[in-house]
Structures are given as C-alpha cells and as structure tokens.
C-alpha cells in the first residue's frame, strides 16, 4: 500500500475489482494506492472496532450500511495499536462528527495513518456483486492515475491472493504481557495472540483472569511456564491451512487435558488440530447482525462475525478423534456453516464469531462464563 497526506481539494478515486468491474468516486482518507481482497461488513455501528480488528488485515472492506463517521474517532474504542484494513470503502461519508468522546474525524484517522480510501461508492451494487461473484482482489486508486484501468487492472491481478496467505505473525505480539484481573484474581489464562482483539483479554479480566498474552510463535514449554488454568486461542487473519505450528500447539494443550477455548481462527485451528479441514467461503461472514443457534441450549443468537473460512464437519453426528468425541455446537441460520465445536470427553470448545463485540451485540458473553466454569471444574 502506498500513500500520501490528505489534500483539501476532493480528488478523483476509482475501485478496481479483480473481475474488471470498476467503481469511481472520490478520495476518503489518505490518497495514493493500495491492494487487497474486497469483502463487505453489515454492521450499523462499530466502525472504528471494524477498522481496527487485525482480522481485516490485508482486507479492503466496504461497508454496507450507507451513512458512515458520523461519531467520529476516539482514542478508546480501538481493538489494537493501528488501523489494519487495507482499504475503505464508503457511500456517504459523514460531513461532521458529532459525539462527546470524539476527538478527530474518521477522514483525518484515516489520512493519519495512511489507509486509502473511497467514497460516493453504490455499496449496495457493489454487495451484491460480491456476493454474486465472491470475495476477490481489488485495488482503490486515487489521482492522475485513476483513467488507466487497464493498468490498474494488472496491478490488482498481481496481488496475492488469501488462500494461502499466513498473516497471524504479522498482526500479532512479538513479546508477551499480562492483562491483569480486574478485582481478586481467580484464575490465570494464557491467551495466543493470532490477532487478538484487545476487548478480549478484558472480557477475561472482567471475570477475574489474569490473562498472558503469547506471541503466535510460543512453545508449549512457554505456554505452561505461566501455570495457567486454561489455554485460549484468538482470532486472526489468513489462511487457517497455513497455521501449523499454532494447530501443533493446541494438539500439546489438548493431550494435556488443559481446559481450552477458541474463537474465529481459533475455531478453525482446533478444527484442523481434530483433523477436520477448512475451506475459503464465497463471501465470508462480517458484520454485527449474524444469526446463530447454540445446539447445546436450543438458544438464537444475534452475532458479530469476520471471518473467510470455516471449518468442515458434519453437523448431526458425532466424530471421533484422537482426543475423543467432538460435536458441531454452533450453526450459522444463514447457511448452516459451523459456528462451534465441544469435545465430549476432553474440557475443550470453540467459536467461530466474536463473544467479545465491543460494538454488540453482546449475546454472545455467556461464552467466557462457560470457559471460566470449565476451568473451575478442572481445578475442582
């Protein structure tokens, strides 16, 4: 991605997917260029937990709901150090912000931090594109360069695609640190940093968890060095075929018994790390307002989603792996893709969306109970 300083003048911008349709409209952000996959996010609210999620990282993201930064930016909403999406790509960006704890508008954050954007979009065309077409590259190009889609075109057709790509070890920690337990400390966690969403250790927190995050590159010996009483994998970018060292890792924690928990890239390693495969859906799941049902309780839940691939595994039966029986625990009502995994002999589960949703909705929450009671259990 390469970009320069926001200018005062509006600046022609132009959308180039990888199929050759193409968007114009104008420069929201930072000018210059960049590359990436095009997804869509339904969410109402919550663009700044959007734009900072590392999940997003290579991703150009276009919002669907029309109106955006109306609430400008704060300095407390962020899930991570910086902005990861690749791109923004907006239909009516708002011309003011207005909310108490703003202290800058989502145009200058953008411009800040050199994340290209596009507004004046059809997002609604450009939806249903993508979920005509699927998820693909693109490029958002603003300038003198935007008449030569030809080029454009070539560039985009260059970049590499996700399948494949394995991106945790560019979003996560390099060093581990502790999230201290708000309160008496109950119990210790040690969380893998795939890409993790700074609410997450907080929502632990809440609970009494003293939480140590670990890089993605963390032994076993490393993990158990902290005497944690359970062991968490995050969410993340990329490809989860990509993931095998972090699929080795939670194999030592699953042969140790260890109460386990994942979510969204740590749904899908423990799917591999039980031998079920992953595969890249259509257009992926993102946004606020996902339909879930939990097989356990019976019990719908509303959801907020980010995720590409999923896991492949029967949905009414019951699969025997090395480390015992496991079940699908969570389906998607939209298109019965998995959503959850429970072993049955072994303290051990998973989801595939986000419990923590600073944005909501916060059905979800239940989740971090049930760990912290497995990891009582374990104790008892």
Known sequence: MTATTRTAAPAPAVLVLEDGRTFRGQAYGARGETVGEAVFSTGMTGY?????????????????????????????????????????????????????????????????????G????????????????????????????????????????????????????????????????????????????????????????ERGIEVHVLPVTATLDEIYAVAPDGVFFSNGPGDPATADHPVKLMRGVLERGTPLFGICFGNQILGRALGFGTFKLKYGHRGINQPVKDLTTGKVEVTAHNHGFAVDAPLDAVTDTPYGRVEVSHVCLNDDVVEGLRLLDRPAFSVQYHPEAAAGPHDAAYLFDRFVSLMEGQRA
């Not at 999940?55 to 150090?81: F, K, W």
């Not at 966690?189 to 890409?195: C, H, P, S, T, Y």
């Open 118 to 205: 596009i507004s004046g979009v059809d997002t609604r065309a450009l939806t249903r594109h993508l979920r005509e077409r699927g998820a693909m590259r693109a490029g958002i190009f603003s300038g003198e360069a935007v008449a030569d889609t030809a080029t454009l075109l070539a560039r985009v057709r260059s970049a590499p695609q996700m399948s494949g790509a394995d991106l945790s070890p560019e979003v996560a920690t390099t060093e581990p640190y502790v999230v201290p337990a708000i309160g008496e400390k109950r119990l210790t966690v040690a969380a893998i940093d795939l890409g993790i969403k700074g609410m997450t250790p907080h929502r632990m927190a």
């Open 48 to 116: 700044q937990e959007t734009l900072t999620d590392p999940s997003y990282h290579r991703q150009l993201v276009v919002m669907t709901a029309p109106h955006i930064g109306n609430t400008g930016v704060n300095d407390e909403d962020p899930e991570s150090r910086r902005i990861w999406v690749a791109g923004y790509v907006v239909r009516d960006p708002a011309r003011r912000y207005s909310n108490w704890r703003a202290r800058r508008s989502l145009d200058e954050e953008l411009a800040a931090q050199g994340v290209v």
